[in-house]
Structures are given as structure tokens and as C-alpha cells.
């Protein structure tokens, strides 16, 4: 990443997020239960990404504002302030995070849901979970065939 930031280091909650050669990407999990995002985190850090956690779509907002760098966020529907419907539907109507891939974890089934990229089941499948990750930062570095609107 030449010169730039990964992300807003006033949305990191005093961390130290200073970055290494070995991490992969940033992931950004949304979800209304703690022992959900935490469990993700720990999963998805033990591969070698930063993972920021987020209760519900606003401070998922103010998490991604400035984000630069590989990233991807893992949203969960069901949540009190702003669901997960109402956050993909911001994201997509802002210019510098509609191209942020978007995983749909959701107990309510498979069924598409409109801006995201895949819907996995909860608890989701890890490895398939972490495939899908790296599929989707993967085309991230693939130039695009279409300009964005």
C-alpha cells in the first residue's frame, strides 16, 4: 500500500494497528453479539488479517470512513440502530466504500440479499468462511471491467 493508511486511526479505539508485512486485509465484522464478533476475530486474526468490530451499521460507518487498503466487511442483518440491510445500502451509496466486498452472516437463511456479495449461514462454515474472504480481497487487485457508478 504506497503512502497511504489502512484505515481511520481515530475509529481504532486506541489499539495499535501499526502494520506488517504478513496480514492480509482488513475485515470489518458487524454484529449486535459480542461473543459472535469476538469469536470471528480471533478466527480471522489468527490468519493473519486485522479485524475491526462494529455492534450494529452505525459505528460500522464511522469504522470504515477513510479505510484505504485491502477490506472486506462481514455484516449481520439483525441488529438494533442500523441493520444490516441499512448499512449495505450506505455503503453502496457512498463512493468510497461502495466497492468494499460484503459477506451477509445471517441465521435467516441463504436467501440473496440485494448489494451483498455472498450470504453464508450462522454460524458459518470456517474454512468456507475463510475462502470466500480471500476470493473476494483477491478480486480487489483485479482490474475492473466496469466503472463504478
Do not use: C
Amino acid at each position: 500500500m504506497p503512502g497511504g493508511a489502512l484505515f481511520n486511526p481515530e475509529a481504532t479505539e486506541g489499539r495499535d494497528w501499526t502494520m506488517t508485512r504478513t496480514h492480509r486485509g482488513l475485515v470489518v465484522v458487524v454484529d449486535d453479539e459480542r461473543d459472535v464478533r469476538s469469536t470471528l476475530e480471533e478466527i480471522l486474526e489468527s490468519e493473519g488479517y486485522i479485524v475491526l468490530q462494529a455492534r450494529d451499521g452505525t459505528e460500522a460507518l464511522a469504522r470504515m470512513r477513510g479505510v484505504e487498503g485491502p477490506v472486506i466487511a462481514l455484516i449481520d442483518l439483525m441488529m438494533p440502530s442500523m441493520n444490516g440491510w441499512e448499512l449495505i445500502s450506505a455503503m453502496k451509496d457512498d463512493r468510497a466504500m461502495r466497492r468494499i466486498p460484503v459477506v451477509v452472516l445471517t441465521a435467516r437463511g441463504r436467501e440473496a440479499v440485494e448489494g451483498a456479495n455472498l450470504v453464508l449461514e450462522k454460524p458459518p462454515v470456517v474454512p468456507a468462511l475463510l475462502a470466500a474472504i480471500r476470493e473476494l480481497l483477491n478480486g480487489l487487485d483485479a482490474p475492473s471491467d466496469h466503472a463504478a457508478g
